[in-house]
C-alpha cells in the first residue's frame, strides 16, 4: 500500500504549454512561444504560472504586471480550472491511463498534455480569478480541507485544531514534495474506522462535477454502489480511472480513499465513456 501511494505521490505529467494566438507577438517562432514542462499530478497547475510566465513572458504582445493575474490556461479551447490537482485535471481531459489488470503499473501511454496560456483582462466562465497568488491558492487549499474534514469526520473540529505551524507544514510538504511530512498531519485527520462519509467527486463528460453524500454505514460499500445511485446513465463500458489508474467498480469505496485521495483531501473518480 505504502508502495502505491508513493507512487502516486511522485506521478508527473509531461506538458507543452504554448502561447495563445491571442497574446503571442508576431513573428514569434514556435520554440520562442512554446515550453515544456513535467507537473506533478498531485500539485495545482496554477503553482506554474510563474516558471511559465518568466520563459514566455517576453514574447507576449498584451502588458502585463504580475506572473499570476490575469493568467488562465486553456486545452482545446475550454478553460482549465486551477483549483483542482494536475492528475485530475489531465485524466478527465485525455484518454492515457493504465488499467489496472496491467503488471507494470508505471505502464503509462507518453501522452502530452498540450496547453494553451492566455491573458486578459476579463477571465472566461468558470475561472477562478488569481487575484492574490500563492497565498490565494493556499487559502482555497485550505477550504477544500475543511469541506472534506467535515465530511468525513461530521465537524471541521481535527482540521481547526490543528496549531499554525502544523498548516504551514502541511502546506509547505505539498510544495516541498515531502511526502512523509503530509501524511504526518492528513492523518490526525482521519481515522479510517471512525469516518462518517466519503469526500468523493465524480467527473463526466458534459455535465457539472458530482459531489454525493457517501456514508460509510457498511464497511463493504463499493465503487459500484456509490454509482448506481447516482441518477447519471451510463454505457455499459464505460471505465473509472482514479489517479490515471483504470479501478474495478468492486473497490471498497474507503480503500480508494485511502489509497488515492488528492492533495485538497477528495477522491476524484473520472468515469470515461
Not at 504560472?49 to 504580475?66: F, T
Amino acid at each position: 500500500m505504502e508502495e502505491l501511494r508513493e507512487r502516486v505521490w511522485k506521478g508527473s505529467i509531461n506538458v507543452e504549454v504554448m502561447l495563445s494566438d491571442s497574446i503571442v507577438l508576431p513573428n514569434t517562432s514556435i520554440s520562442e512561444k512554446c515550453h515544456h514542462l513535467v507537473v506533478l499530478r498531485e500539485s495545482f497547475l496554477a503553482l506554474y504560472i510563474p516558471a511559465i510566465v518568466r520563459k514566455l513572458g517576453q514574447n507576449v504582445s498584451s502588458i502585463y504586471e504580475d506572473c499570476y493575474k490575469q493568467w488562465w490556461f486553456e486545452c482545446n479551447g475550454v478553460p482549465v480550472s486551477w483549483e483542482y490537482p494536475c492528475g485530475v485535471l489531465f485524466d478527465s481531459s485525455c484518454n492515457s491511463f493504465t488499467a489496472s489488470t496491467d503488471k507494470d503499473k508505471d505502464a503509462y501511454h507518453l501522452q502530452m498534455w498540450k496547453l494553451h496560456l492566455c491573458h486578459g483582462h476579463k477571465y472566461p466562465r468558470g475561472i477562478i480569478p488569481l487575484v492574490d497568488g500563492l497565498s490565494q491558492i493556499q487559502d482555497y487549499w485550505k477550504h477544500q480541507w475543511k469541506q472534506a474534514c467535515f465530511i468525513l469526520n461530521g465537524s471541521a473540529k481535527r482540521i481547526m485544531s490543528l496549531s499554525i505551524p502544523d498548516f504551514e507544514a502541511f502546506w509547505l510538504s505539498i510544495l516541498s514534495r515531502h511526502q512523509l511530512d503530509y501524511m504526518k498531519i492528513r492523518d490526525k485527520m482521519i481515522t479510517l474506522d471512525r469516518v462518517k462519509c466519503v469526500p468523493i467527486r465524480f467527473i463526466l463528460p458534459d455535465i457539472p462535477i458530482l459531489q454525493p453524500t457517501v456514508s460509510t454505514d457498511t464497511n463493504k460499500k463499493s465503487l459500484n454502489d456509490v454509482i448506481d445511485s447516482l441518477d447519471i446513465n451510463l454505457q455499459n463500458d464505460y471505465k473509472i480511472v482514479i489517479q490515471g489508474i483504470e479501478v474495478y467498480s468492486s473497490e471498497n469505496v474507503l480503500d480508494l480513499y485511502n489509497l488515492f485521495a488528492s492533495i485538497d483531501g477528495f477522491l476524484y473518480i473520472i468515469i470515461k465513456r
